[in-house]
């Protein structure tokens, strides 16, 4: 008699495998045992239920078929039919088995074992082949002459509906079952409270546990778990009382764990406490799950102290116990305690896996430790937990996030099976650091692998594209939401929004507004992509209209209307807005405040912006730079001056624009002497000149007729000239007659700007100036030729609380005449 057994892989001389049985007591290399019977089946049962391994299954499979068990034992053939579900075999794998022992089975029992292994088969990559057979056996049993479906079959294929939230099927099936007398089985009423529930019917499952004629421990934890997933946290903590009060059940394991995290959800700690009381009261607080549930719901509370407190105290701790602290501790940005507590892990030789490394990774990339992050991906390598898709995920996002993409592509490009995730992570982060054309081609491959974009996808990668101002790869990506029904998802829209005014086209960003769900940041988008353009007036009517509609307005809203009116000069209306600010208290945010200094500058009341300027409470490098700029365009150059000065008093350091202010100023007063004073304290203090220093200081120079100083500027700057350099030595030729240098400005001008009308007129009126007729006729048919055009004026005038927007040579405005005719 076999009474244990090992399986021994012999190569043979073909160098095929074969399996050979021998018992334990005879490991020599003695002669094997004579022929003996064949081992009956309740010893080989449990060698295929046993199997740990998809390896392991195959051999018990081959030694159930070599002593004749199999096709004919239906229990031998359901144990290999779930033992090669739950190892994720090809489902044609247990189908094959099905079939071949289906003609011994005299009662659905083989029929439920597959619709089981199909339902563990659901999560595969084969899931819609595994739902299609899962009904197909259901619909054979109904059509059955010799026996039906049973007691087990109902909770099986309803628990394959619940899985794919199949409602309909679900509908016709608890017909079915109602109809075949099974409508008061415990275990069916279970299973439909399950199902309901997983298909968000919350109605059906309230209807089928009230009319419940039983209910046990497994009916209530079910009860509970239906309405924490469909995010009810009230009514399931109800319910839970409930069991408790009134149904005088005792919760047990389940009931605490599936009650904890709805607490946790709620972020009520006080809840969560009453639950931790009530534990210790039954004494359940030595198990090891409750003590796992607590310590995550007491880190989602943010109570450290109770988390450590229950921690310590933990008769026995498992891997989810430490992966809960480390993970408590990097939700309440802990990222220090986190990898504290990662350390003592390992001290204490616990075994590390997929849910460690991925909640680690991380914590390392915001703690900024890249050669530590490395080990870990190291340590992944080494126990094969690399392999594992959330590590993987989290992997790509690390490398990302320190812009080591060649690392985050070699991960990505290796993973065997990728989620959306993955792709969305590796979308976002090439989308962030500037690579929109990878992102895009990344999105493309998506969809060419079968992996279906969806709202993050595209949320990640329309950024890219308005950052990098590409339309047209905009438009594909929002064609691309359309067909994949994202494009009316309001963080798409947005996106959409931000896409077309960032590209210039406000049109399409007014279409996709007006047609979209709209929030304050919809609103923002368009205040900012119209305080940017002609369309000034807008941006005002549309910080009017939030308000009306009851959203509400944030920095971003205030900073882009202030930035229309100050461009438009509508002092009323930017007074109006620095009120509204005032009550509600926004006036003392950073960002509105240099707003409203930017506002009045321009508005020229620099009075009002003086005294904005002295209550900011913290003024920064912004703030001082605006009032620098506003004093100098003025013409207060000693104020311009003293305030620039007075930045290191207020402990406020000089950047690039603070130096690109006092040279501005220097400029329009004609400081020569101190322009380049401040010029050579930019370069003793390392601020690197920019194109506008330069431009500055040629500008500085060619107002005071130093003509040769501005040409030995130009001839020696680090960097190559721009429009902004030309520009100002153009305006400075002129105004001092040199058609020379003007001839040389305007070459390299009309090589880098060909359509900038500006420059053609500048030129042309300083060839006229000069009395070269010739050479100004020339400019204008240039211009003809080239069809350059000079923009009209535009000027704006307020009727009735409206502004209204004109160019020059325009006659008649509808909107105008019903404004004053009415």
Known sequence: MFHHARFLRIASSSNHIRLQLQPLSFLSSAAPPPPQCPPP?????????????????QQAHAFAVVHGHLPSSVSIAAALILSYANHRSHPSTVESLFTQSVPFSRAPFLHNTLIRACTVLSTGPDKNYVVELGFLLYNELLRGAHFGPDDYTFPFVLKLCAD???LLKGLEVHGRLIKAGFDEDLFVNNTLILFYGSCGDLWGVKKVFDEMPEKDLISWNTYIRVFSDNECRWESIGVFKEMILTAGFMPNVIS?????PVCAGLEDGELVGLIHCYVVKVGLNGEVRVGNALVDAYGKCGDIEALEGVFDNMVERNEVSWNSMIGSFSYLGLNRNALDCFRLMISERVKLNTITIATMLPTLVELNLFNKGKELHGISVKTCLDSDVFVANALIDMYGK?????KASYVFYRMNTKNVVSWNTMIGNLAQNGLGLEAIQIVREMQANGEIPNSVTFTNVLPACARAGSLGHGKEIHARSIRMGSAFDLFVSNALTDVYAKCGRLDLAQTIFNISHRDEVSYNILITGYSQTSGLANSIVLFTEMQKVGLKHDFISYTGVLSACANISAIKEGKQIHAFAMRRLFHEHLFIANSLLDFYIKCGHIDIARKVFDRIPRRDTASWNTMILGFGMLGELNTAITLFEAMKDDNVEYDSVSYIAVLSACS????????KMYFDDMLAQNVKPSE???ACMVDLLGRAGLMEEVVEVINSMSIKPGANIWGALLGASRMHGNVELGCWAAENLLELKPDHSGYYVVLGNLYAEAGRWDEADRIRKLMDLRNVKKNPGCSWVQVEDRVHGFVA???FDPCLWRATSG
């Open 41 to 57: 089946t309740t010893n080989i049962l449990p060698l295929c239920s046993a199997a740990q391994s998809l390896s392991a299954t």
């Open 164 to 166: 794919f939230l199949c």
């Open 256 to 260: 605490v764990v599936s009650v904890l």
């Open 402 to 406: 320190w812009s080591h993409f060649t």
């Open 668 to 675: 329009h007063g004609g400081l020569v002497r101190k322009g």
């Open 692 to 694: 506008m220093h330069y």
């Open 809 to 811: 040579g325009e006659r």
